[in-house]
């Protein structure tokens, strides 16, 4: 709520401060001063309506409803109340009930009178605070042409609608029939400047004002009832609602308003967005004779290496290349091109670094962890029964604690250890990849260190079974010596302690499952390892008898040619042909194809369900890198009674798939 302060009251003429004298009234025309005062003092007209006095605290005493004759009419009680409150005084009844019970002096003074201040001279009270949530008592305002009555103060605030956005414009109802637009004016010119008044013939009319905080003030006035001069005909009084309207003009108005907003905060956002844009890149120059040298120059240099070759980058994409300028254009080229050999070199400068940094690293965590197995072993040690019995509770606790921790910190180093060998393992290119025989050394050989490694973990974790099966024997002991008040704490611990034996049991038996089948893994792979090397005996087996039967067939040929005639030459020279042409017609011409046979029957007999083409190929190029998958295909494809091609699958998921069938095409030729 706000104050307003109209022309309709005027202060005092004298100070309610020094005035210790009691007030008379006389009468309805209002309060008069006592008769010691001159008309002139009052500085009033006989004619003209008395100002209203106010009293302060002190001289509030000397009034008595017995003495002071009260002439004032009752009728509107918050009429009387207002008159009260600007006299500085509660306001009371004609009975003596207070007719606002939570009223506060400090809370006056609000047309115009001005209020008791605690510094005036005769006064050294400190008024109390003002409640934030204590609503304002509205008023009698009073105009040239009419007079507004505040509402009651205990009925509730009158209703609003909800404020259209921009509002600038109310809504003003309850008016009187004869009420004119000088008197609209006059009224509602104190909340603020009017730009249009819109009256209608049923005593109801718009406002627009300047802006929008005048609405405010407008909406003070709602709930007051109005009566033009002095007048009580029923066409000279009503009561004022005042509520938000909505038009069209606020409407406008605040949406260009908000588009102002909205294009202000554009531009700052947008001012603020290329300071922190970074700064584009500088023009490149265009192509000329002189440009061209100067950018060889540059290429030359290995500081200006790099603004010298987006020149020559952004050239060549603009079409500067043409028949005059493509020599020019290739020496840049070339000089270019001879930076690549030094930026090799740098490459492999900082690969040896970073290999060396990581030699250094790994030597170190490794001197690390063999420290901590020293540690962890003093540990294990000092828990085994011999040692353990001699130390105190506490101690036997702080050690149990300190092994714990130098396990957990050697755990998490052996497993960056671990890691960054895993690493190495995976940085290897395919020209380093080994044999598959060495791969299953090295596989049997990862196999039997992690075989070790759960071995040790098997070993620690027997050996803190046995601190705690000790721990819990002492606890045992000491829990019949000791008094009742500990038996609770004891078996506390002793619970906590079964359940940290049942896990380490339970992580025993899962450590123990580990270990087995770590050891059939290896058994498997020992297995495999046993069959390719049989099958590799097999296979030299059949290439050293396939080269002992063309060795003996060469011995035949040779005999026979030596003893035969010129006509049984002819007759041979005419068999040759057949020969040559059965050769020619076998599907396996060459050496280098008896050997890819074998392989491949040798990969497929260990895939019984069959392999695909591309897996065949990887296998083989790994043993020779020079073999493609076309001359595979149509090798295979040459040999039909030895390898069948068969489809699986359904749709996208078809897939071809190679099998061995030499023993099944033996019995079929």
Not at 175 to 192: A, R, Y
Request: net charge negative; aromatic share 6%; hydrophobic share 35%.
């Amino acid at each position: 709520m706000f104050l307003v302060q109209y022309a309709g009251l005027n202060h005092l003429s004298f100070d309610p401060a020094s005035n210790n004298k009691s007030l008379q009234f006389s009468g309805a025309a209002g309060p008069r001063v006592s008769e010691s005062q001159s008309p002139a003092e009052n500085g009033s007209d006989p004619g003209k309506k008395r100002k209203r006095g106010t009293v302060p605290p002190d001289g509030g005493r000397n009034l008595s409803l017995d003495s002071i004759p009260m002439g004032l009419p009752m009728s509107d009680p918050a009429a009387w109340t207002t008159a009260m409150n600007n006299l500085g005084m509660a306001p009371m009844g004609m009975t003596g009930q207070p007719l606002l019970p939570d009223f506060d002096p400090a809370l006056g003074m609000m047309t115009g009178i001005p209020p008791i201040n605690p510094m005036m001279p005769g006064l050294g009270i400190v008024p109390p605070p003002i409640p934030p949530d204590m609503p304002a008592v509205k008023e009698i305002i009073h105009c040239k042409s009419c007079t507004l009555f505040p509402p009651n103060p205990h009925l509730p605030p009158p209703a609003t609608r909800e404020r259209p956005p921009g509002c600038k414009t109310v809504f003003v109802g309850g008016l009187p029939e004869n009420g004119t637009e000088q008197i609209i004016m006059e009224v509602f010119e104190q909340c603020g400047e009017v730009i249009a008044i819109r009256k209608s013939k049923k005593n109801f009319c718009h406002i627009r004002f300047a802006e929008e905080f005048m609405v405010d003030k407008a909406l003070y006035l709602s709930g007051y009832r109005i009566r033009l001069g002095s007048s009580t005909d029923k066409k000279d009084t009503g009561r004022l609602h005042v509520d938000f309207a909505q038009a069209r003009d606020d409407l406008y108005e605040w949406e260009c308003k908000q588009r102002m907003l909205a294009r202000e905060e554009r531009h700052r956002r947008r001012l603020e967005e290329e300071r922190f844009r970074p700064p584009s890149p500088p023009p490149v120059v265009h192509y000329s004779d002189h440009e061209c040298s100067v950018v060889a120059e540059k290429l030359k240099d290995d500081t200006k290496f790099l603004e010298a070759i987006q020149t020559l980058l952004t050239w060549i994409e603009r079409g500067e290349v043409n028949r005059r300028t493509a020599n020019n254009f290739y020496s840049m080229i070339q000089s270019a091109n001879s930076h690549i050999r030094r930026l090799v070199n740098e490459k492999a400068a900082h690969e040896k670094e970073m290999e060396e940094a990581k030699e250094k690293f790994k030597l170190a965590l490794s001197g690390i962890l063999v420290q901590f197995e020293q540690i962890v072993a003093v540990y294990h040690s000092a828990s085994k029964q011999k040692a353990w019995d001699h130390f105190t509770k506490a101690q036997r606790k702080n050690i149990s604690v300190w092994c714990k921790q130098a396990e957990e910190i050697r755990n998490i180093h052996n497993d960056e250890l671990m890691g960054i060998r895993r690493e190495e393992e995976m940085e290897m290119s395919d020209e380093e990849i080994e044999d598959p025989s060495e791969m299953k050394e090295t596989d049997e050989s990862a196999l039997v260190s992690q075989v070790e490694a759960l071995k040790e973990e098997n070993d620690s974790l027997r050996w803190q079974l046995d601190a705690y099966r000790n721990e819990v024997e002492l606890l045992k002991q000491e829990q019949g010596k000791a008094s009742r008040d500990e038996d609770t704490t004891k078996e506390q611990q002793m619970k906590l302690l079964q359940q940290a034996l049942q896990g380490m049991q339970k992580h025993l038996l899962k450590v123990q499952d580990e270990y087995k089948k770590r050891e059939a893994e290896l058994e498997k792979v020992r297995e495999d390892k046993l069959k390719i090397e049989t099958l590799l005996e097999n296979l030299k087996e059949q290439q050293s008898i396939a080269d002992e039967e063309d060795k003996e067939r060469d011995a035949v040929d040779c005999q026979g040619n030596e003893s035969s005639t010129p006509r049984v030459c002819a007759c041979s020279q005419e068999k040759e042909c057949p020969v040559e042409k059965t050769l020619s017609n076998s599907p396996v011409k060459s050496e280098r194809e008896v050997l890819l046979v074998g392989i491949i029957s040798t990969f497929l007999h260990v895939h019984p369900f069959g392999a695909s083409i591309e897996y065949i190929c990887s296998y083989l190029q790994r043993l020779d890198s020079k073999i493609c998958t076309a001359e595979v295909e149509v090798l295979m494809t040459r040999l039909q009674n030895t390898f069948r091609q068969e489809l699986s699958g359904v749709g996208a998921s078809l897939e071809k798939r190679w099998k061995f069938c030499g023993f099944d095409g033996l019995k079929m030729t």
